[in-house]
């Protein structure tokens, strides 16, 4: 079970946390990422980490997220985060999690076709204003 939250609307500039609750596994064994859809567009990933590809879980971030989005999890409370900064107009869209037990290369993942087989959970929507 996969839950995201903690979307909203935000100005420009602003900040959020994304939270995506999971339970029944432990982040180590599962690729994990955020993607975003955005009205029209097709779905992108944003931030993704692998420890079944590099046991160290160095985390890949898309172009729109480098210097702006962090991605972590907390194995104590099973929840991966998306920390947004510096926010921008454009990163408007329906934020996802998803989960997926394979090892392909973590920028793969990303991608969304490494993805294509994932648990996904519910959506959050995330609007920044101008």
């Known amino acids: 079970q996969l839950q995201a939250s903690g979307g909203g609307l935000v100005q420009a500039g602003g900040s959020l946390r994304l939270s995506c609750a999971a339970s029944g596994f432990s982040f180590d064994d599962y690729a994990i990422g955020w993607f975003r859809q955005a009205p029209g567009k097709e779905r992108e990933g944003i931030a993704c980490?692998?420890?079944?590809?590099?046991?160290?879980?160095?985390?890949f971030y898309a172009q729109p997220a480098k210097g702006r989005f962090i991605i972590s999890t907390n194995n104590a409370n099973n929840t991966i985060y998306l920390q947004m900064n510096s926010l921008k107009p454009e990163d408007t869209a329906v934020y996802y999690c998803?989960?997926?037990?394979?090892?392909?290369?973590?920028?793969?993942?990303?991608?969304?076709?490494?993805?294509?087989?994932?648990?996904w959970g519910r959506g959050t929507l995330v609007t920044v204003s101008s």
């Open positions: 998803a989960v997926d037990q394979t090892r392909v290369p973590t920028y793969y993942y990303c991608s969304g076709v490494g993805a294509r087989d994932a648990h």
């Open positions: 980490i692998n420890k079944l590809h590099n046991g160290d879980g160095s985390p």
